[in-house]
């Protein structure tokens, strides 16, 4: 191996193990309460070498925004293409959301609620214009597989009125998860957000069983 191609590998290992520090930092402690010093130390990087990777906690935290869209979006991928009506895709939609906010706390809390416990009303009003739009399109990515799915279920909808739908179920699905994730009630409650959603969006292919059903 050449050395150049070494110090690419051994920079590539830096990166990941500052952003994994600095992902269960935030998680653990907030956004304010987490500084570069602690991620640098963590990570077990001198601090200049932190910020050779990242200039300051907005770039980590856009950093970190942005695998958890991309991991998001390919999990919604996924589920999208499975077969079946579209109402079965969306279904399977639903659990796969419900199903990250288990399996990837720490990413999904970035996405959603860490800026925003702490009063700072969402990365759109914290970072720079071109980490901002850059998180934009990822958001948007993740939404789009989504209206892709409602618009096979609903040839008529126009495209403004399917953005809309898709926002809605994006902010009913993650507040569902916010209000009743630490909660004994957490899988009735989204269980039933879920039947919910479905009647209202294919009211004619209601189907009485819940989540638990496998597609026929």
């Known amino acids: ?8 590998r ?18 653990k402690q907030g956004y304010e309460r987490t500084s570069m010093p602690q991620i640098a130390a963590a990570a077990e990087v001198a601090a200049g070498t932190l910020y050779l990777y990242f200039p300051g906690k907005e770039a980590l935290y856009s950093a970190l ?26 279904k399977a939609m639903i659990d ?13 809390d970035i996405i959603f609620f860490l800026l925003q ?15 901002v739009e850059g998180l934009e399109e990822h958001m948007q990515a ?3 597989v989504a209206a892709r799915i409602l618009a096979e279920g609903d040839r008529g909808v126009d495209e403004r009125r399917l953005g809309i739908r898709v926002d809605a179920i994006w902010s009913l699905l993650s507040g569902a998860i916010f209000y009743f994730k630490e909660t004994d009630s957490y899988d009735e ?5 879920e039947r919910i959603l479905l009647r209202g969006l294919f009211p004619d292919e209601v189907s009485p069983v819940g989540r638990k059903e496998s597609s026929q």
Do not use: H, N
């Open 189 to 193: 409650v989204t269980e039933e957000a």
């Open 117 to 131: 416990r702490e009063g700072k009303g969402g990365w759109q009003g914290k970072f720079l214009p071109q980490q």
């Open 65 to 90: 925004l942005a695998e958890g869209y991309e991991r998001l979006e390919g999990a919604l991928a996924g589920a999208s293409g499975r077969g079946g009506t579209p109402r079965d895709r969306a």
């Open 142 to 144: 993740c939404k789009r």
């Open 10 to 27: 051994e920079a590539g290992k830096r990166r990941k193990a500052i952003l994994t520090a600095a992902r269960r930092l935030f998680w």
């Open 96 to 108: 796969t959301f419900f199903e990250f906010a288990r399996r990837s706390p720490e990413y999904f």
């Open 1 to 8: 191996m050449s050395t150049a191609r070494r110090r690419e």
